[in-house]
Antibody, heavy 119, light 111 residues
Framework: QVHLVQSGAEVRKPGASVKVSCKAS????????IHWVRQAPGQSLEWMGW????????KYSQKFQGRVTISRDTSAKIAYMELTSLRSEDTAVYYC????????????WGQGTLVTVSS | QPVLTQPPSVSGAPGQTVTISCTGS?????????VHWYQQLPGTAPKLLIY???NRPSGVPDRFSASKTGTSASLAITGLQADDEADYYC???????????FGGGTKVTVL
């Protein structure tokens, strides 16, 4: 049984940073591509970036380039997403998701982490 | 603005069929990248519904089907049920943005 369990809700002030974790179980992890997707209140899903298997290569959405860092601790099976220079528009639920090798789609998702940016 | 365009809402009576469109362009769906569909129930994470244009993961009823042609894709729900009320999102890859793109989402209401 595959599970992606994310860290709890966070509240930050504008200009601060936040780091969200995503702990995997039931999968190899070292061979899995982990993506981060966010969803602002009442809005659609928005892709932020991913870290791939093997050599840990990263790719980020142009929108978040320079503000987001995705990393992983392969031995602990944990992926991280850090977002800096937070603003109120970054208030959203942040999800980690795995891309399945067979489906090439997001077949497993974390439960989501609410990040609230407010002064 | 989402790269893929979906109608904000569709509705139907129990037992009816509803169809959700997902319109893209030559840099995503038209470039033959796979289209995937997700169902999101209120307050929960999205769930994979259709992958690779028209394939259902194990456990997804065959009431859900999808197709793709040109720069558009569509999801059909037949025999609509009350628990189909949810938001549905299409997703693909875009070579202009060099990344994953989603539709704006469609809320399905069962009348």
């Amino acid at each position: 049984q595959v599970h992606l369990v994310q860290s709890g809700a966070e509240v930050r002030k504008p200009g601060a940073s936040v780091k969200v974790s995503c702990k995997a179980s039931g999968l190899t992890f070292s061979n899995d591509a982990i993506h981060w997707v966010r969803q602002a209140p009442g809005q659609s899903l928005e892709w932020m970036g991913w870290i791939n298997d093997g050599n840990g290569q990263r790719k980020y959405s142009q929108k978040f380039q320079g503000r987001v860092t995705i990393s992983r601790d392969t031995s602990a099976k944990i992926a991280y997403m850090e977002l800096t220079s937070l603003r109120s528009e970054d208030t959203a639920v942040y999800y980690c998701a795995r891309v399945g090798i067979r489906t090439e789609a997001f077949d497993y998702w974390g439960q989501g982490t609410l990040v609230t940016v407010s002064s | 603005q989402p790269v893929l365009t979906q109608p904000p809402s569709v509705s139907g009576a129990p037992g009816q069929t509803v169809t959700i469109s997902c319109t893209g362009s030559s840099s995503n769906i038209g470039a033959r990248y796979d289209v995937h569909w997700y169902q999101q129930l209120p307050g929960t994470a999205p769930k994979l519904l259709i992958y690779g244009d028209n394939n259902r993961p194990s456990g997804v009823p065959d009431r859900f089907s999808a197709s793709k042609t040109g720069t558009s894709a569509s999801l059909a729900i037949t025999g609509l049920q009350a628990d189909d009320e949810a938001d549905y999102y299409c997703q693909s890859y875009d070579n202009r943005w060099s990344g994953v793109v989603f539709g704006g989402g469609t809320k399905v209401t069962v009348l």
